[in-house]
């Protein structure tokens, strides 16, 4: 799953797979309940991907396999506990765990983001009126193509190293990359400490989850590192 994930996404699957599991205990065949849900997406970017699942299963895939052949379009630790969940015959309550988790997950992420909101706009307003003396000029002398070269020199390069950063930390090279920002955050006071606190709540859910659905320990413990 790309690093960059957003609440909103995490909402979706979440939602898919409250659905699924409410219909698997509703006792509609797996084939059939992912078919109704490729009808009534929740996204309609899911449509194809569960349209492609449906035919796997019908093909004789385990649900697993069939969500394998996705590539990336599932996480791993997801696939884990569905694989887990149906080795157990406790598939809807694995589904139900990831809905759980997928929520929470994205509970934490929306009240980070909530959290940068402020300083983030300080901190852009602060490069709009500093220096005074050019923003002076451009409202009174017209400036303003050098006004916006200014600042535009300044928000640029940070601008790009934030999507770059966000396109090193994407999929199975964002791993080694996540692990060396962490280690420079461990080392800013307070940020360090609540990273620490945050990869261990993380690492805590993961592994209840994974342990409830079945997964084996030795293989829990590294799908559950954040």
Known sequence: MAFAVLPGQLERRAELYQQLAVSLAAGLPLPRAVRLLAAHPVSASFRAPLLRVADRLDAGDLFAEALGRLGAWM???DRAMIAAGEQSGRLDDALRLLARSCRERAASLRATLNGLIYPAAVFHVMVLIVPVGRLTRAVWEGE????????LAVLGPLYALGAGVLWLTRDARGRAV?????RVFAAVPLLGGAQRALNLSRLSLALHGLLNAGVPA???WPLARP
């Open 75 to 77: 996480p791993e630790f």
């Open 178 to 182: 996540r692990s060396l920002l962490e």
């Open 218 to 220: 030795l293989r829990a």
């Open 144 to 151: 303003w193509a050098a006004f916006f070269l200014q600042k």
